[in-house]
């Protein structure tokens, strides 16, 4: 049961993150500023597992990192936004609530 626990965290942590770039305006955020809308919404994380949910992200080709010479920022790919709406299924990613 743990490990489904987990894993369903893990899954909404992931969404959450897509939702959260998919409503700002730019549709890109600095790493630091998402680490404070997390913890609003209580989903506070460690750095390191923010910047590894982060890199799963990125590795499934739902956001772009821009490594900067201070942080990061992270942009929402056409798949991310397309799955933050629930328009398609990303397997490792919550899918959002009906309407």
Same mark, same amino acid.
């Given at each position: 049961?743990?490990?489904? %626990?987990? @894993? $369903? !965290? $893990?899954?909404?942590?992931?969404?959450?993150?897509? +939702?959260?770039?998919?409503?700002?305006?730019? /549709? /890109?955020? #600095? @790493?630091?500023?998402?680490?404070?809308?997390? /913890?609003? !919404?209580?989903?506070?994380?460690?750095?390191?597992? !923010?910047?590894?949910? %982060?890199?799963? %992200?990125?590795? +499934?080709?739902?956001?772009?990192? #821009?490594?900067?010479?201070?942080?990061?920022?992270?942009?929402?790919?056409? /798949?991310?936004? +397309?799955?933050?709406?629930?328009?398609?299924?990303?397997?490792?990613?919550? $899918?959002?609530?009906?309407?």
């Amino acid at each position: 049961m743990k490990n489904t %626990l987990e @894993t $369903r !965290l $893990r899954e909404s942590r992931r969404l959450m993150i897509l +939702q959260l770039i998919n409503a700002l305006e730019a /549709r /890109r955020i #600095d @790493t630091g500023t998402l680490a404070y809308a997390l /913890r609003d !919404l209580d989903m506070e994380m460690p750095a390191d597992v !923010l910047d590894g949910e %982060l890199s799963w %992200l990125e590795r +499934q080709g739902l956001v772009s990192i #821009d490594r900067l010479p201070i942080g990061k920022s992270v942009a929402i790919s056409a /798949r991310g936004d +397309q799955h933050a709406r629930g328009v398609t299924v990303e397997p490792g990613v919550a $899918r959002p609530a009906l309407g």
